[in-house]
């Protein structure tokens, strides 16, 4: 009954694979999120779906591919990953706009990615 | 470009004692604040949030703070535990479906 999931927990991985992380929320929102928090625990937004399309695409390398094949689904694929790609990865969704005024963004339990 | 920030990055307390941590926003268009608590290993959890029209909000043993003319956002939490220990973050927003933006953390520990 998680509201909001992503696996794996941990994901440690050579330089250079392709890898991606899955994120699932059961609230019944319709936008979800991609962060990325470093290794300073500051919180950054990736990107973020609204019903399935892209509305947010922040300064991210092209490696970095968000896929939503529904709107309770928001996947992250990485490809030709590097050193620096090393970070806690934090998916999260927030109601639609009708419901809610607030933006309150309920957050994954992070993916935790060692690029070695 | 303009984030929130926090003033400082540790706060130790004592159990018992009130425990107030601040946060400086720059933007003036945000309309909405939400403080998250995240605990070591676990992703940002909601605590509390705020209105743009609104001066204060109290919950359960937590109350935030606005001050829109000097761009500052407060959590104040009562009693202070020890299950309290966490990394506290404020974010900011300027409208539904856009991203939160976060400030740099505030790390409390609580002593028994």
């Known amino acids: 009954d998680t509201a909001v999931s992503q696996t794996p927990k941990y994901l440690v991985t050579q330089m250079g694979n392709d890898k991606s992380i899955k994120c699932e929320q059961n609230?019944?929102?319709?936008?979800m999120y991609w962060y990325k928090q470093d290794s300073k625990k500051f919180l950054k937004i990736m990107f973020s779906?609204?019903?399935?399309?892209?509305?947010i695409n922040e300064t991210v390398p092209n490696r970095f591919s968000p896929k939503s094949p529904d709107k309770a689904h928001l996947n992250l694929h990485i490809n030709s990953l590097e050193l620096g790609d090393s970070a806690v990865y934090f998916c999260?969704?927030?109601?639609?706009?009708?419901?809610?005024?607030?933006?309150?963004?309920?957050f994954g339990p992070g993916t935790r990615l060692t690029v070695l | 470009g303009e984030s929130v920030g926090l003033h400082l990055p540790t706060l130790s307390v004592q159990e018992g004692d009130n425990s107030i941590i601040n946060c400086a926003y720059s933007?003036?268009?945000?309309?909405?604040f939400i403080w998250y608590k995240q605990e070591s290993g676990k992703g940002p959890q909601f605590i509390i949030d705020i209105r743009s029209n609104m001066d204060k909000r109290q919950g359960q043993r937590v109350t935030v703070l606005l001050n829109k003319t000097v761009k500052h956002l407060s959590l104040q939490i009562a009693a202070t535990q020890p299950g309290d220990s966490a990394v506290y973050f404020c974010?900011?927003?300027?409208?539904?479906?856009?991203?939160?933006?976060f400030g740099k953390g505030t790390t409390l520990s609580v002593s028994s």
């Open positions: 999260a969704s927030s109601p639609p706009v009708t419901v809610s005024f607030r933006n309150t963004q309920y």
């Open positions: 933007n003036s268009a945000s309309d909405y």
């Open positions: 779906y609204n019903n399935k399309e892209l509305i």
């Open positions: 974010a900011e927003n300027i409208g539904a479906g856009t991203a939160l933006i």
């Open positions: 609230l019944g929102h319709d936008t």
